[in-house]
T-cell receptor
């Protein structure tokens, strides 16, 4: 079965650079979530989209932005990267009407040097 | 206030034995969902099991079962017949409604590191 696809899997950037993470949800899933997981931490919610509209916002820095496109894929844009942005970034998708499942991608490991 | 509490930072179990991972939650929303995820050292987040607040029966998925005690606000994960491959971090998470919109966020506990010994 198709799963949530994230790209790239690994990314190394220098301070003050920008990064774009991509997420392709499971087909027919209309809701996408982004999470950030620091080393040894639990995942922290950043932002979510339902039917291409932002539906909820968590602890996402102003330097980050995200959107969901007409094909339901989503991109997380991160600018002016800081060392503290080094983390595992997860995308998850679900079906709004059921809400009984939320499947995660394999994550993008971002390292800022 | 912590919404999801996992009080066991680490747990050890012998192969083939059962183990219970604790999770308590706090919410005033009558409609919520509880999830358990497994995160092996490779990093991916694997969905294990879901329990809805209105579900009358405890959820089960293969060797995983959820001991849901609504009055106590607990949703403990029971893994039967532990296998070496079960060694991983386990996260409990809760979904609450966010106003009238969909896409309710998941709030995670701090996780329990399970080690299965041969």
């Amino acid at each position: 079965a198709a799963g949530v696809i994230q790209s790239p899997r690994h990314l190394i950037k220098e301070k003050r650079e920008t990064a774009t993470l991509k997420c392709y949800p499971i087909p027919r899933h209309d809701t996408v979530y982004w999470y950030q997981q620091g080393p040894g931490q639990d995942p922290q919610f950043l932002i979510s989209f339902y039917e291409k509209m932002q539906s909820d916002k968590g602890s996402i820095p102003d330097r980050f932005s995200a959107q969901q496109f007409s094909d339901y894929h989503s991109e997380l844009n991160m600018s002016s990267l800081e060392l503290g942005d080094s983390a595992l970034y997860f995308c998850a998708s679900s079906v709004h009407s059921s809400g009984t499942e939320a499947f995660f991608g394999q994550g993008t490991r971002l390292t800022v040097v | 206030a912590q919404k999801i509490t996992q009080t066991q930072p680490g747990m050890f179990v012998q192969e083939k034995e059962a183990v219970t991972l604790d999770c308590t939650y706090d919410t005033s929303d009558p409609s919520y969902g509880l999830f358990w995820y497994k995160q092996p050292s490779s990093g991916e987040m694997i969905f294990l099991i879901y329990q809805g607040s209105y579900d009358q029966q405890n959820a089960t998925e293969g060797r995983y079962s959820l001991n849901f005690q609504k009055a106590r606000k607990s949703a403990n994960l029971v893994i039967s017949a532990s296998q070496l491959g079960d060694s991983a971090m386990y996260f409990c998470a809760m979904r609450e409604r966010v106003g009238e919109t969909s896409g309710s966020r998941l709030t995670f506990g701090e996780g329990t590191q399970l080690t299965v010994n041969p």
